[in-house]
């Protein structure tokens, strides 16, 4: 069965540090992968999603960035982090094709000091 | 530009009610509709996915529908129990990528 797999679970970093948070896909192969961020006070937005190695499509202009090194692998990072980037942050993946759900996992909680 | 609502934004239900989620979309133009759930601070469980093909799906006491002419699902719990409370999400698909509502905070009462 497939599995899917984010670290870290929380994390308090101070403005103007650097984030990677890690995501990764088990049982399946050429998944397409998903980064949301919920927060407070709104809804899911969707952030970054990839249809293979090295494609990346943004759907926000914002302070962060995504990468796909593997093919069951998708990275956030940023280089300096804002207040605003505090929030939620979602991993999720699915079978390629428009029509086929896709599948989040546990999260991670980030604060910005 | 897709917009999603559900109503009502808040819910409180004594257990063993049956009860109705509501969730509105601007654009007809969908490959489907997901329905999920999400405890506090934890990630998302998906509950049922309608293709935009389909009027309805089932699982256990849940049965969501979807009328995609109107721009309308719902989902209907039946015999609501205390472990049922949860924020429920509904999403739409408009091709690789979910458009969410912002969820309904349901609280069932024993």
């Known amino acids: 069965s497939q599995t899917i797999h984010q670290w870290p679970a929380t994390l308090v970093q101070p403005v103007g540090s650097p984030l990677s948070l890690e995501c990764t896909v088990e049982g399946t192969s050429n998944p397409n992968l998903y980064w949301y961020r919920q927060a407070a006070g709104r809804g899911l937005q969707l952030l970054f999603y990839?249809?293979?190695?090295?494609?990346i499509s943004s759907e926000v202009p914002q302070n962060l960035s995504a990468s796909r090194p593997q093919d069951r692998q998708f990275i956030l990072s940023s280089k300096k982090l804002l207040l605003s980037d505090s929030g939620f942050y979602l991993c999720?993946?699915?079978?390629?094709?428009?029509?086929?759900?896709?599948?989040f996992g546990d999260g991670t909680r980030l604060s910005i000091l | 530009k897709q917009e999603v609502t559900q109503i009502p934004a808040a819910l409180s239900v004594p257990e063993g009610e049956n009860l109705v989620l509501n969730c509105s979309f601007t654009d007809s133009a969908i490959y489907n509709l997901q329905w999920f759930r999400q405890d506090p601070g934890k990630g998302l469980t998906s509950l049922l996915l309608i293709q935009s093909s389909q009027r309805e799906q089932t699982s256990g006491r849940l049965n969501a529908s979807l009328d995609k002419s109107s721009g309308r699902s719902t989902l209907y719990i039946a015999a609501s129990q205390p472990g049922d409370s949860a924020t429920y999400l509904c999403?739409?698909?408009?091709?690789?990528?979910?458009?969410f509502g912002a969820g309904t905070i349901l609280r069932v009462k024993s």
């Open positions: 999720a993946w699915s079978v390629q094709g428009g029509n086929q759900p896709q599948h």
């Open positions: 990839s249809v293979g190695i090295g494609q």
């Open positions: 999403a739409v698909n408009n091709g690789n990528k979910l458009v």
